[in-house]
Every structure is written in structure tokens, then in C-alpha cells.
């Protein structure tokens, strides 16, 4: 594992954070209830594991309770595991011994595996037809000129990297071509930024939760994650607690998802946006800010916030990345970077070391789909498809888990739903002998948080959609009963 930042949470922080909380049964000792508040802020994590926690005396002045209550909490929780303490250096949040799951992102499930599988583990739709085939035969009748070169373009071609930045001058941030990157996906853009700006044991900070696949990456590539907990629901992001992480542990990158978050949908405000470009410019922190959900929304119109990259005009504090992969077709895999010249130009000189280039014949596609109408009409289809099958996993979730808990985005392709105070992760390894796959909630976590949440994207519609959350309601109420893994689950259940 990685290396963590040890942040701190203080006494005023953690009380706010614990009122927030459902009340316990009052029959409940005092020492116990503070002990499973905190228990649960570490599992889902609002507080991140190795935070510092206030001294006893504090806590108890903050809570008006009594000192020997907030050590009798904290006596429970270092005998379950989920404090460590060293005399005279303080306590730290952590998690039982043994207990994170696997970190690593479900692979997607082979083509032939699909018709008895329902797979649920990849937020991504099929080809909007018949847009991507006109697309690709309009690319092949413009493909021939640059077969007579070598088709090696490290900053990609010229004609795609006009027409994003073209589309990104038409969302009010001016571009110029120099300022794209085209990469090989998102995936391939957030990789290359993190060599050139956080080298193997630089910190990155990131929101808490966040994208599986991008902790993942960061994870292997040596990053120090500096975790900042999403304050929950769709507001998202708590500015105070980014202000102070990015303060005090002066990350050089910070990662974040303000465009229908993956995996919570949450949608950040023009007033969030605002104050976090400040607060990394404050800090001398490159924020980047990965669009790759933002032309999802069921719902666009004036009142959608604007691009992170328009609070900065001057281009020094935020990295925007885009993608085709949930807009319109993850087997295109094009994605790219917008920032300030003298970042391509680092980011191309690099690029030798790593890919080379992106495919040519995919990056006409898109330039085809940009600049010959038809990217807006498979948006639309995007948006329709998308918006069909959230209400139809909500109105079956309503139906078949109606204690699961979650809140319905507005765009995107992901809901982030807790699943009625059992593990995420016994739920996902039961449900997959059932005939269907979700990730559990550790993989979008550091150290094992959430593990009482499950992601669902929204990818099937009805009727599939319906029979996707029985088998999945069937998985739960096995687990209720206290099933543990997965071979406890009847094979027979598998369609």
C-alpha cells in the first residue's frame, strides 16, 4: 500500500461530523453510541483512516460529555480495531486487521459471459447507433492522407485538437489548439499527469469516495493519497476541509470529479467550483478536473455550473480531462487534456516514453463527430438512454430493497447507494453467484471505508434492469442471514 498523509480532525469538526449522524437508541450507553458514531464516519469515509483524532479532554469539552466517556469510547474502539494510540503522540483512526477487501477493479466480463451474467461493474452504455458507424465511415474517406505519413502524432492530430479546443472556446473557456493533449482515454490523460506533476511519493489529493480505477492507478504509480471525505448527498464537496488539506499538506496534484461524481453523482455548485480553484491556486496546487461525466446531464440548460477551467483564466491552477468513454463509446478509448501550453508541451516531450500516440482512424471519428453534427444528436441519445435507466434501477430498487438508501442524480451514470447496514463487499461476492456483478464500496475508498455501500450504474434498462436488483435483493437477504461468501449462495440462482 501507498503511503497516507496523517491528517487531523478537530474537536469542533468531529462533533459537527457526529451530529449529523441518525440517533442512536437512547438506551444506548454514552461511550458506546460515540464509539459507533465514530466507527461509522471511519467506515464510510467521512473520516479518513490515520486521522489524527482530538485529544479526550477536547472531544469531551466539544460533545458535553464527560471525559471518561470519550475515553471509554476510545477504549472500545482500539480493542475492535478501528483506533491506534501511542502514549504522549495521540490517537489515529484505522481499520480491524485483515479487513480491507481487494483494492483491484472488477474486469469487465467477456462478450460470450454476458448472457448469463448480468454485469453491472462497468458504468459505460453501448454505441449510439447510427452516429459512431457514420462517424468511422466518414474517418476512413478522411484516413488517406495520413497513411502516406508515419501516423505517429504525440499531441494528436491537428484537425480533433482544433475542434475540442473550438468546443471548449463555445463552453466559455477560450483554447487554443496548443492547449490539447489528445491521449489514449481519460485513463491514459490522469497517468500522464500524475508522472509529470507527482512523481512516485508526491501527494495527490483526492475526494472520498472517488473513482476506483483512477485510486488504483494512482495507488501503483507511488502517490501519497491525501483523502478528503465528500460530506454526503449530492452537494458533495465539503470546501472548509478541502481549504485546510490543501494548507496544510501542500499536495502538488489533487484529483477530483465535479461533473456528476463517480461514483456518488453528486454535481458541484459554480460557488464549490469557485472557491476550489482559489483554494489550489492558494496552495500552489495543479487541480485536475476530470469532465468525462459532464455531458451526461438528463436535464441541460442555463443553469449548469461552468467548467472548472472557467474560475481560471490565467491557466497555472487547473488541468481540465476529457473523454469519449461515457459520452458516447468507451471503445473508442480517445481521450485529452486541456491546459496551459507550456503543460502539453511537457506532457508531449514525455509522451515518448510511455505510448506514443493515439490511434489515428479513432481520432478522425471524433473530429467527424465534432465538427459534422453529430456528436450533439448522440448526446441526446446518451442523455435519453441514461435518464431511462436510472428510473427504472430506482423505481426496482424502490420495489425490491425499499431500506437501501441513496440519493437520484441529475446526469451521470452512477448511483451510489447504501445498502441497508449490510457489507457492500459479502453483498458483491454473493450477488455474483446469483448472476450479477457490482463493486462493492472499498474499491472507491482508502483503507477499507465504505464498506456498507454498493455502486450501480446505469446501464440496463427494463426488464433487465428489474431482474439485475431481485438477484441483488435475493444476494442481501442471504447475507442478512448471515452468509459470508459466496459459496453459500446457491448455483442454481444463476440465469
Not at 59 to 73: G, H, I, K, N, P
Not at 246 to 260: G, H, I, K, N, Q
Request: aromatic letters at 6%.
Amino acid at each position: 500500500m501507498s503511503a497516507r498523509w496523517n491528517s487531523a480532525v478537530g474537536a469542533a469538526q468531529l462533533a459537527r461530523l457526529l451530529g449529523s449522524q441518525q440517533r442512536t437508541d437512547p438506551r444506548t450507553p454514552a461511550y458506546r453510541a460515540l464509539a459507533e458514531g465514530i466507527r461509522l464516519l471511519v467506515l464510510e469515509g467521512r473520516v479518513p483512516v490515520a486521522t489524527r483524532l482530538p485529544a479526550e479532554r477536547e472531544l469531551a469539552a466539544a460533545l458535553s460529555v464527560s471525559r471518561t466517556t470519550v475515553a471509554a469510547a476510545f477504549e472500545a474502539l482500539r480493542a475492535e480495531g478501528f483506533l491506534e494510540s501511542r502514549r504522549g503522540a495521540g490517537s489515529w483512526t484505522a481499520v480491524p486487521a485483515g479487513s480491507p477487501p481487494p483494492t483491484r477493479g472488477l474486469m469487465p466480463l467477456p462478450p460470450e459471459s454476458t448472457g448469463a451474467v448480468i454485469d453491472l461493474a462497468c458504468a459505460a452504455l453501448p454505441a449510439p447507433e447510427p452516429h459512431l458507424a457514420e462517424a468511422f465511415r466518414g474517418a476512413l474517406d478522411d484516413l488517406a492522407p495520413y497513411t502516406h505519413t508515419h501516423g505517429d502524432y504525440p499531441a494528436g492530430l491537428p484537425a480533433l485538437r482544433s475542434a475540442l479546443a473550438d468546443r471548449y472556446t463555445a463552453r466559455g473557456v477560450p483554447t487554443m489548439p496548443e492547449q490539447i493533449m489528445v491521449t489514449t482515454g481519460a485513463m491514459g490523460a490522469v497517468a500522464a499527469l500524475a508522472r509529470l506533476l507527482a512523481p512516485q511519493g508526491r501527494r495527490i489529493a483526492v475526494e472520498h469516495p472517488s473513482y476506483a480505477n483512477v485510486l488504483q492507478l494512482l495507488r501503483d504509480s507511488g502517490a501519497r493519497l491525501v483523502a478528503v471525505p465528500m460530506t454526503g448527498g449530492l452537494g458533495g464537496w465539503d470546501v472548509p476541509a478541502w481549504r485546510g488539506v490543501l494548507r496544510e499538506s501542500a499536495p502538488r496534484m489533487a484529483y477530483v470529479v465535479a461533473d456528476f461524481h463517480n461514483p456518488t453523482g453528486a454535481l458541484a455548485s459554480a460557488e464549490d467550483r469557485r472557491a476550489l480553484v482559489d483554494a489550489a491556486r492558494s496552495a500552489g496546487t495543479v487541480l485536475v478536473a476530470d469532465e468525462t461525466m459532464a455531458d451526461i446531464a438528463f436535464d441541460p440548460g442555463a443553469g449548469d455550473p461552468p467548467p472548472m477551467a472557467s474560475f481560471d483564466p490565467g491557466g497555472s491552477a487547473v488541468v481540465t480531462v476529457g473523454s469519449v468513454s461515457k459520452s458516447i463509446w468507451a471503445g473508442m478509448r480517445i481521450g485529452w487534456v486541456r491546459a496551459a501550453p507550456e503543460i502539453v508541451r511537457r506532457l508531449v516531450a514525455a509522451r515518448a516514453f510511455a505510448d506514443l500516440g493515439s490511434p489515428v482512424l479513432e481520432q478522425l471519428a471524433v473530429a467527424r463527430l465534432l465538427t459534422g453534427g453529430g456528436w450533439e444528436e448522440a448526446l441526446a441519445d446518451r442523455r435519453v438512454r441514461a435518464a431511462a435507466n436510472r428510473d427504472a434501477l430506482v423505481a426496482a430498487l424502490r420495489r425490491h430493497l425499499p431500506d437501501w438508501e441513496f440519493e437520484v442524480p441529475r446526469g451521470g451514470l452512477t448511483l451510489w447507494t447504501r445498502a441497508g447496514g449490510l457489507s457492500g463487499s459479502r453483498i458483491a461476492e454473493v450477488a455474483e453467484r446469483f448472476g450479477v456483478r457490482v463493486p462493492s464500496g472499498p474499491r472507491f475508498g482508502v483503507d477499507g471505508a465504505f464498506e456498507g455501500y454498493v455502486r450501480l450504474p446505469f446501464t440496463v434498462a427494463d426488464p433487465l434492469a428489474d431482474e439485475a436488483v431481485g438477484r441483488l435483493a435475493r444476494a442481501a437477504a442471504l447475507v442478512a442471514e448471515g452468509a459470508a461468501t459466496a459459496t453459500d449462495a446457491p448455483r442454481s440462482q444463476v440465469a
